[in-house]
């Protein structure tokens, strides 16, 4: 048998009392070790002692980790802990920005900066606000704003999620395993717990939210394997996969697809975002819109590109660009580039799927005409890719004129020496 625990510190005032509950609930739960606590509770044994100890108010995760490994009710306790804090929410907005709590890590916090200057999408944001506990996917075109998208909504439901935010860009990483453990270790799993199976760390995050209130944000995903094992179903938890590809291979999630924007959240986003000293007519505002594509990633080059010049005349601008030849060769600024966003897309294609995307940039309007059934496996490998659009609002397949663009320059010779015939059949 342990040590006898050490009185409540009847100095502590609400702080005792509240620790005084948590003990009588312990006693409820047959009273557990702290040490066998800890092995469910996802916090060390010391950090649930000291949550009892009535020397200072237990963070809200930690209090929720304690009621779970005493088999309490996590909503009561949720009430009963605002009650006894005032209010504050979690460990409250300064102890997130300044400093880190006594009784464990902070709340994880890692959401990128908030896309400013975000427009349009009213639709989508409604529907990712409908209620739902299965992960959402968010797919579409190459440079069409899924990224800005889940952000702004990520950063939306921010305070509702008590428990923190976890993000992590997946281009970065081969497999989930070292997402997983970094993750484990932003919600204060002790790195004693994290030497098991990669099935046992997969466990103890599902475990971990469906028992928080936390959202996470999984970047450039590039295929279903990446995030399987990130994937949990909870009422508490938001978890949102940005991927050019539909991921298919993902049974029971909610997917959302992305196409480019309606001209007029266009045109309203170029004329927000203009200098006042920018002379513009509405005409050069469409212009500039059709030139882009209506894709968000080449509206935010290009506005930061006329930002350079704060007093120029839009019109002569867009006769300039035009004339230097193709759109792609201004499409870029910094290390932000359309050229180099649709190449990374290319690459991940298939010989016959580059043949395909090749045929219809030299044959097809911007409305794709239906292709022959042997071609759609490779249109849906296309359309996965972010470079083919299937959008039912716009008829069916389109080819972005930028897209088209970039085929063009990617076929080179080849495209030119082709018999205007179906790869398939070549």
């Not at 199976?197 to 028992?211: C, F, K, V």
Request: proline share 7%; glycine share 8%.
């Amino acid at each position: 048998m342990g040590r006898p625990e050490k009185p409540v510190n009847s100095a502590g005032g609400v702080v005792a009392e509240f620790a005084s509950e948590l003990r009588q609930l312990r006693v409820k739960a047959g009273n557990p070790t702290y040490r066998e606590m800890a092995c469910s509770a996802m916090f060390s044994s010391s950090v649930l002692s000291s949550a009892a100890s009535g020397n200072r108010m237990p963070s809200l995760p930690v209090t929720l980790a304690f009621v779970a490994a005493c088999g309490g009710d996590r909503d009561a306790w949720r009430q009963r802990w605002f009650v006894a804090t005032g209010g504050r929410q979690s460990f409250t907005a300064r102890a997130r920005r300044s400093r880190r709590p006594a009784d464990g890590p902070p709340c994880p916090a890692q959401l990128p900066q908030r896309p400013r200057g975000f427009a349009g999408r009213m639709v989508e944001l409604a529907w990712l606000h409908s209620p739902g506990d299965t992960p959402i996917v968010i797919n579409g075109p190459a440079g069409v704003g899924k990224t800005d998208l889940a952000l702004y909504h990520a950063y939306e439901r921010a305070a509702e999620m008590t428990d923190g935010q976890l993000y992590a860009d997946l281009g970065e990483h081969q497999g989930p395993g070292d997402v997983l453990d970094g993750f484990l270790r932003a919600l204060g799993v002790p790195a004693d717990q994290l030497n098991g199976t990669p099935s046992h760390r997969a466990g103890l995050y599902r475990t971990l939210l469906a028992e928080r209130r936390l959202l996470v944000l999984l970047d450039n995903v590039a295929d279903e394997r990446q995030v399987r094992p990130l994937l949990v179903e909870s009422e508490t938890s938001t978890t949102i996969l940005v991927s050019r590809r539909r991921l298919l291979g993902l049974r029971d999630v909610r997917r959302l697809s992305l196409a480019p924007l309606s001209r007029a959240d266009s045109v309203a986003t170029i004329a927000a975002a203009l200098a006042p000293s920018v002379r513009a007519r509405p005409e050069d505002l469409d212009r500039l819109a059709a030139l882009c594509g209506d894709l968000p990633l080449a509206l935010d080059i290009a506005l930061r590109r006329i930002s350079l010049r704060p007093h120029a005349i839009l019109r002569q601008l867009l006769d300039g660009w035009q004339q230097s030849g193709s759109a792609l060769n201004w499409l870029c600024i910094g290390d932000l580039s359309m050229r180099e966003t649709l190449r990374s897309a290319y690459l991940t294609l298939s010989h016959q799927a580059r043949m395909l995307l090749h045929w219809l940039a030299r044959t097809a309007e911007d409305d794709v005409r239906p292709l022959p059934a042997a071609d759609d496996e490779l249109a849906d490998e296309l359309i996965d890719a972010g470079l083919l659009d299937d959008n039912a609002h716009h008829g069916g397949l389109t080819l972005s004129p930028l897209v088209r663009i970039f085929a063009l320059e990617a076929a080179g010779s080849t495209a030119r020496e082709l018999p205007l015939a179906l790869p398939h059949a070549v």
